[in-house]
Protein backbone atom coordinates (compact mmCIF):
# COMPACT_ATOMS: atom_id res chain seq x y z
CA UNK A 1 0.00 0.00 0.00
CA UNK A 2 3.10 2.25 0.62
CA UNK A 3 2.90 2.91 -3.29
CA UNK A 4 -0.17 4.12 -2.99
CA UNK A 5 -0.03 6.25 -0.47
CA UNK A 6 0.55 9.46 -2.91
CA UNK A 7 -2.35 8.58 -5.28
CA UNK A 8 -4.57 7.98 -2.45
CA UNK A 9 -3.94 11.44 -1.00
CA UNK A 10 -4.11 13.39 -4.35
CA UNK A 11 -7.46 11.34 -5.05
CA UNK A 12 -9.13 12.21 -1.63
CA UNK A 13 -7.91 16.47 -2.84
CA UNK A 14 -9.54 16.11 -6.50
CA UNK A 15 -12.60 14.53 -4.77
CA UNK A 16 -13.51 17.10 -2.58
CA UNK A 17 -12.24 19.77 -5.16
CA UNK A 18 -14.79 18.35 -7.41
CA UNK A 19 -17.64 18.60 -4.36
CA UNK A 20 -16.40 22.49 -3.91
CA UNK A 21 -16.60 22.87 -7.50
CA UNK A 22 -19.69 21.23 -8.76
CA UNK A 23 -21.52 19.55 -5.89
CA UNK A 24 -22.41 15.73 -5.67
CA UNK A 25 -22.62 15.26 -9.21
CA UNK A 26 -18.84 16.58 -9.38
CA UNK A 27 -18.10 14.51 -7.12
CA UNK A 28 -19.33 11.24 -9.09
CA UNK A 29 -18.24 12.64 -12.73
CA UNK A 30 -14.28 12.57 -11.24
CA UNK A 31 -15.03 9.23 -9.92
CA UNK A 32 -15.70 7.85 -13.45
CA UNK A 33 -13.20 10.01 -15.26
CA UNK A 34 -10.71 8.83 -12.42
CA UNK A 35 -11.49 4.89 -12.96
CA UNK A 36 -11.98 5.28 -16.74
CA UNK A 37 -7.91 6.29 -16.85
CA UNK A 38 -7.22 3.71 -14.77
CA UNK A 39 -8.74 0.89 -16.87
CA UNK A 40 -7.61 2.61 -20.13
CA UNK A 41 -4.27 2.94 -18.86
CA UNK A 42 -3.19 -0.17 -17.06
CA UNK A 43 -1.27 -1.71 -20.43
CA UNK A 44 0.18 2.16 -20.53
CA UNK A 45 1.84 1.26 -16.62
CA UNK A 46 3.50 -2.33 -17.56
CA UNK A 47 5.43 -1.15 -20.59
CA UNK A 48 5.99 2.21 -18.71
CA UNK A 49 7.40 -0.32 -15.91
CA UNK A 50 9.70 -1.79 -18.75
CA UNK A 51 11.46 1.58 -19.13
CA UNK A 52 11.30 2.74 -16.02
CA UNK A 53 13.14 -0.26 -14.16
CA UNK A 54 15.89 0.82 -15.95
CA UNK A 55 16.31 4.16 -14.73
CA UNK A 56 18.18 5.13 -11.30
CA UNK A 57 16.17 6.15 -8.65
CA UNK A 58 16.93 9.72 -8.53
CA UNK A 59 14.69 9.77 -12.01
CA UNK A 60 12.27 7.24 -10.96
CA UNK A 61 11.07 10.12 -8.65
CA UNK A 62 10.84 12.64 -11.39
CA UNK A 63 8.64 10.76 -13.48
CA UNK A 64 6.22 10.54 -10.12
CA UNK A 65 6.50 14.26 -9.43
CA UNK A 66 7.87 16.35 -12.43
CA UNK A 67 6.23 13.84 -14.77
CA UNK A 68 3.30 14.42 -12.79
CA UNK A 69 3.17 18.14 -13.88
CA UNK A 70 3.51 17.40 -17.13
CA UNK A 71 0.86 14.59 -17.30
CA UNK A 72 -1.77 16.64 -16.01
CA UNK A 73 -1.28 20.63 -16.95
CA UNK A 74 1.15 19.43 -20.05
CA UNK A 75 -1.06 16.71 -22.07
CA UNK A 76 -4.56 16.66 -20.29
CA UNK A 77 -4.73 20.20 -20.78
CA UNK A 78 -2.17 22.98 -22.13
CA UNK A 79 -2.17 20.23 -25.42
CA UNK A 80 -6.04 19.69 -25.74
CA UNK A 81 -5.57 23.93 -26.30
CA UNK A 82 -2.58 24.28 -28.41
CA UNK A 83 -4.06 21.70 -30.72
CA UNK A 84 -7.37 23.74 -30.88
CA UNK A 85 -5.45 27.30 -31.24
CA UNK A 86 -3.62 25.57 -34.50
CA UNK A 87 -6.46 23.74 -35.94
CA UNK A 88 -8.73 27.17 -35.39
CA UNK A 89 -5.96 29.83 -36.13
CA UNK A 90 -7.40 31.59 -32.60
CA UNK A 91 -4.40 32.63 -30.04
CA UNK A 92 -3.49 30.25 -26.94
CA UNK A 93 -4.79 32.93 -24.68
CA UNK A 94 -8.00 33.13 -26.56
CA UNK A 95 -8.93 29.08 -26.37
CA UNK A 96 -7.65 28.75 -22.84
CA UNK A 97 -9.98 31.19 -21.79
CA UNK A 98 -12.36 29.62 -24.04
CA UNK A 99 -11.60 25.98 -22.43
CA UNK A 100 -12.90 28.03 -19.34
CA UNK A 101 -15.85 30.16 -19.74
CA UNK A 102 -17.41 28.14 -23.02
CA UNK A 103 -16.65 24.61 -22.21
CA UNK A 104 -19.71 23.40 -25.27
CA UNK A 105 -17.78 25.50 -27.45
CA UNK A 106 -14.46 24.32 -26.44
CA UNK A 107 -15.63 20.53 -26.37
CA UNK A 108 -16.61 20.93 -29.86
CA UNK A 109 -13.13 22.21 -31.27
CA UNK A 110 -11.90 18.98 -29.36
CA UNK A 111 -13.62 16.41 -30.68
CA UNK A 112 -13.65 18.29 -34.14
CA UNK A 113 -9.83 17.58 -34.21
CA UNK A 114 -9.85 14.16 -33.26
CA UNK A 115 -8.35 12.97 -36.70
CA UNK A 116 -4.80 14.87 -36.27
CA UNK A 117 -5.25 13.38 -32.54
CA UNK A 118 -5.81 9.91 -33.49
CA UNK A 119 -3.02 9.74 -36.65
CA UNK A 120 -0.74 11.25 -34.09
CA UNK A 121 -1.19 8.93 -30.73
CA UNK A 122 -2.50 5.76 -33.10
CA UNK A 123 1.11 5.98 -35.25
CA UNK A 124 3.09 6.78 -31.92
CA UNK A 125 1.57 4.00 -30.47
CA UNK A 126 1.75 1.37 -33.24
CA UNK A 127 5.80 1.92 -33.53
CA UNK A 128 5.92 1.35 -29.58
CA UNK A 129 4.22 -2.16 -30.19
CA UNK A 130 6.29 -2.83 -33.40
CA UNK A 131 9.67 -2.03 -32.58
CA UNK A 132 8.55 -4.55 -29.32
CA UNK A 133 7.89 -7.70 -31.71
CA UNK A 134 10.03 -6.60 -34.60
CA UNK A 135 13.11 -6.99 -32.45
CA UNK A 136 15.38 -9.81 -34.00
CA UNK A 137 17.32 -10.78 -30.82
CA UNK A 138 13.99 -11.82 -28.53
CA UNK A 139 14.21 -15.16 -27.14
CA UNK A 140 11.27 -15.02 -24.98
CA UNK A 141 7.99 -15.33 -26.67
CA UNK A 142 4.24 -15.68 -25.67
CA UNK A 143 2.71 -16.31 -28.59
CA UNK A 144 5.31 -17.68 -30.07
CA UNK A 145 3.86 -19.00 -34.04
CA UNK A 146 3.22 -15.21 -34.27
CA UNK A 147 6.36 -13.67 -32.73
CA UNK A 148 8.90 -16.03 -33.94
CA UNK A 149 7.89 -14.55 -37.29
CA UNK A 150 7.72 -11.11 -36.12
CA UNK A 151 11.46 -11.11 -34.77
CA UNK A 152 12.59 -12.64 -38.07
CA UNK A 153 11.25 -9.47 -40.06
CA UNK A 154 13.00 -7.16 -37.84
CA UNK A 155 16.41 -8.31 -39.68
CA UNK A 156 14.45 -5.67 -42.37
CA UNK A 157 16.35 -2.13 -41.53
CA UNK A 158 13.78 0.59 -40.54
CA UNK A 159 11.22 -2.20 -40.54
CA UNK A 160 8.78 -0.70 -37.94
CA UNK A 161 8.86 2.76 -39.40
CA UNK A 162 7.78 1.37 -43.03
CA UNK A 163 5.08 -0.69 -41.54
CA UNK A 164 3.74 2.20 -39.58
CA UNK A 165 4.01 4.81 -42.21
CA UNK A 166 1.88 1.92 -44.69
CA UNK A 167 -0.70 1.75 -41.87
CA UNK A 168 -1.26 5.39 -41.88
CA UNK A 169 -1.37 5.83 -45.57
CA UNK A 170 -4.19 2.62 -45.66
CA UNK A 171 -6.13 4.88 -42.53
CA UNK A 172 -6.25 7.70 -44.11
CA UNK A 173 -7.36 6.47 -47.54
CA UNK A 174 -11.15 6.46 -45.96
CA UNK A 175 -11.05 9.39 -44.88
CA UNK A 176 -12.53 12.87 -46.77
CA UNK A 177 -10.46 14.83 -48.97
CA UNK A 178 -10.16 17.81 -46.61
CA UNK A 179 -9.01 15.60 -43.75
CA UNK A 180 -6.06 13.51 -45.56
CA UNK A 181 -3.28 16.13 -45.34
CA UNK A 182 -3.91 16.74 -41.72
CA UNK A 183 -3.98 13.16 -40.87
CA UNK A 184 -0.83 12.50 -42.69
CA UNK A 185 1.17 15.73 -41.39
CA UNK A 186 -0.02 14.31 -37.45
CA UNK A 187 0.94 10.93 -38.52
CA UNK A 188 4.39 11.96 -39.47
CA UNK A 189 5.11 14.16 -36.76
CA UNK A 190 4.32 10.88 -34.57
CA UNK A 191 6.70 9.20 -36.33
CA UNK A 192 9.61 11.32 -36.26
CA UNK A 193 9.11 12.29 -32.78
CA UNK A 194 9.42 8.59 -31.81
CA UNK A 195 12.54 7.65 -33.69
CA UNK A 196 14.13 10.86 -32.53
CA UNK A 197 13.57 10.56 -28.65
CA UNK A 198 14.27 6.18 -29.12
CA UNK A 199 17.20 7.09 -31.02
CA UNK A 200 18.97 9.46 -28.75
CA UNK A 201 18.35 7.39 -25.84
CA UNK A 202 20.00 4.46 -27.56
CA UNK A 203 22.58 6.59 -28.62
CA UNK A 204 23.53 7.27 -24.75
CA UNK A 205 22.96 4.22 -23.57
CA UNK A 206 25.66 3.03 -25.59
CA UNK A 207 28.43 5.87 -25.08
CA UNK A 208 29.72 4.85 -21.87
CA UNK A 209 28.40 5.28 -18.52
CA UNK A 210 30.11 8.54 -17.16
CA UNK A 211 27.66 10.87 -14.76
CA UNK A 212 26.72 13.41 -17.75
CA UNK A 213 26.10 10.24 -20.29
CA UNK A 214 23.99 8.88 -17.39
CA UNK A 215 22.28 11.92 -17.28
CA UNK A 216 21.43 12.62 -20.65
CA UNK A 217 20.28 9.19 -20.77
CA UNK A 218 17.95 8.87 -17.72
CA UNK A 219 16.56 12.63 -19.18
CA UNK A 220 16.21 10.86 -22.66
CA UNK A 221 14.22 7.86 -21.22
CA UNK A 222 11.69 10.48 -19.00
CA UNK A 223 11.27 11.84 -22.44
CA UNK A 224 10.40 8.94 -23.59
CA UNK A 225 7.97 7.96 -21.12
CA UNK A 226 6.19 11.29 -21.45
CA UNK A 227 5.70 10.88 -25.11
CA UNK A 228 4.08 7.58 -24.59
CA UNK A 229 1.66 8.89 -21.98
CA UNK A 230 0.75 11.64 -24.03
CA UNK A 231 0.49 9.28 -26.97
CA UNK A 232 -2.22 7.36 -24.75
CA UNK A 233 -3.64 10.18 -23.00
CA UNK A 234 -5.26 11.90 -25.96
CA UNK A 235 -7.72 9.43 -26.58
CA UNK A 236 -8.79 9.78 -23.44
CA UNK A 237 -8.74 13.02 -23.36
CA UNK A 238 -11.57 13.60 -26.09
CA UNK A 239 -13.53 10.50 -24.46
CA UNK A 240 -13.86 12.81 -20.98
CA UNK A 241 -15.60 15.19 -23.10
CA UNK A 242 -18.35 12.45 -23.83
CA UNK A 243 -18.85 12.47 -20.14
CA UNK A 244 -18.38 16.30 -19.38
CA UNK A 245 -17.87 19.37 -20.30
CA UNK A 246 -16.57 20.85 -17.58
CA UNK A 247 -12.74 21.18 -18.11
CA UNK A 248 -12.28 21.45 -14.49
CA UNK A 249 -13.83 18.06 -13.51
CA UNK A 250 -11.92 16.56 -16.39
CA UNK A 251 -8.52 18.06 -15.44
CA UNK A 252 -9.15 16.70 -11.47
CA UNK A 253 -10.47 13.31 -12.63
CA UNK A 254 -7.53 12.05 -15.08
CA UNK A 255 -5.55 13.74 -12.67
CA UNK A 256 -6.42 11.58 -10.31
CA UNK A 257 -6.34 8.39 -12.70
CA UNK A 258 -3.04 9.86 -13.87
CA UNK A 259 -1.54 9.78 -10.34
CA UNK A 260 -2.49 5.77 -9.47
CA UNK A 261 -1.31 4.70 -13.25
CA UNK A 262 1.92 5.83 -12.16
CA UNK A 263 1.83 4.65 -8.82
CA UNK A 264 1.20 1.39 -10.22
CA UNK A 265 4.35 1.60 -12.76
CA UNK A 266 6.33 2.36 -9.60
CA UNK A 267 4.52 -1.11 -7.63
CA UNK A 268 5.36 -2.88 -10.67
CA UNK A 269 8.63 -2.21 -10.76
CA UNK A 270 9.67 -2.23 -7.20
CA UNK A 271 7.99 -5.73 -7.05
CA UNK A 272 9.89 -6.81 -9.63
CA UNK A 273 6.72 -8.46 -11.45
CA UNK A 274 7.78 -7.69 -15.18
CA UNK A 275 10.41 -10.62 -13.68
CA UNK A 276 8.14 -12.64 -12.09
CA UNK A 277 4.99 -12.69 -14.58
CA UNK A 278 7.23 -13.49 -18.15
CA UNK A 279 4.17 -12.58 -20.45
CA UNK A 280 3.02 -9.19 -18.72
CA UNK A 281 5.07 -7.04 -20.98
CA UNK A 282 3.91 -8.91 -24.01
CA UNK A 283 0.14 -8.86 -22.90
CA UNK A 284 1.03 -5.06 -22.35
CA UNK A 285 2.23 -4.58 -25.81
CA UNK A 286 -0.38 -6.47 -27.61
CA UNK A 287 -2.94 -4.18 -26.16
CA UNK A 288 -0.60 -0.92 -27.38
CA UNK A 289 -1.04 -2.43 -30.97
CA UNK A 290 -4.44 -2.99 -30.57
CA UNK A 291 -5.17 0.72 -29.36
CA UNK A 292 -2.85 2.04 -32.00
CA UNK A 293 -5.25 0.06 -34.76
CA UNK A 294 -8.45 1.16 -32.89
CA UNK A 295 -7.09 5.17 -32.54
CA UNK A 296 -6.69 4.84 -36.33
CA UNK A 297 -9.42 3.34 -37.04
CA UNK A 298 -11.56 6.16 -35.06
CA UNK A 299 -10.04 8.53 -37.55
CA UNK A 300 -13.16 7.00 -39.95
CA UNK A 301 -15.11 5.10 -37.75
CA UNK A 302 -16.31 5.85 -34.16
CA UNK A 303 -14.57 3.86 -31.60
CA UNK A 304 -16.01 3.43 -28.20
CA UNK A 305 -14.29 3.55 -25.26
CA UNK A 306 -15.36 0.61 -23.67
CA UNK A 307 -14.34 -1.71 -26.72
CA UNK A 308 -10.40 0.13 -26.47
CA UNK A 309 -10.39 -0.74 -22.81
CA UNK A 310 -11.96 -4.05 -22.53
CA UNK A 311 -9.73 -4.98 -25.13
CA UNK A 312 -6.60 -3.65 -23.50
CA UNK A 313 -7.54 -5.34 -20.16
CA UNK A 314 -8.39 -8.89 -22.50
CA UNK A 315 -4.29 -8.77 -23.34
CA UNK A 316 -3.12 -7.97 -20.20
CA UNK A 317 -5.74 -10.88 -18.15
CA UNK A 318 -4.54 -13.70 -20.75
CA UNK A 319 -1.00 -12.28 -20.61
CA UNK A 320 -0.99 -12.80 -16.85
CA UNK A 321 -2.81 -16.18 -16.47
CA UNK A 322 -0.26 -17.38 -19.28
CA UNK A 323 2.61 -16.18 -17.02
CA UNK A 324 0.81 -18.14 -13.68
CA UNK A 325 0.87 -21.12 -15.95
CA UNK A 326 4.16 -20.96 -16.67
CA UNK A 327 5.44 -20.18 -13.35
CA UNK A 328 3.67 -23.22 -12.05
CA UNK A 329 5.59 -25.32 -14.64
CA UNK A 330 8.76 -23.93 -14.02
CA UNK A 331 8.24 -24.75 -10.41
CA UNK A 332 6.88 -28.82 -11.30
CA UNK A 333 10.02 -29.15 -13.75
CA UNK A 334 13.41 -30.51 -12.23
CA UNK A 335 15.89 -28.34 -11.81
Known amino acids: MRHFYSSIVIALLGLSAAFYWAGPNGLVMVSILGIMEVSLSFD??????????????????????????????GVRFLLPVLIVSVVTGQSFQSVTLMALQNPEEYARHVQASHVQISAFGGVYLLLVFLSFFFEENKSLHWLGWIERRLARLGKLESIEVATALGTLLLAQYFLPGGQKLAALISGVIGVILYVLVKSLSELFEDSGQTEKTAHHAGFLSFLYLEMLDLSFSLDGVIGAFAITRDVVIILLGLTIGAMFVRSLTLFLVRQKMLEEYLYLEHGAHYAIGALAMLMLADMSLHVPEWITGLTGMAFILLSLWSSIREKRRMAKSPS
Open 44 to 73: NAVVNATVLKHMNKIWQRRFLTWGMVIAVF
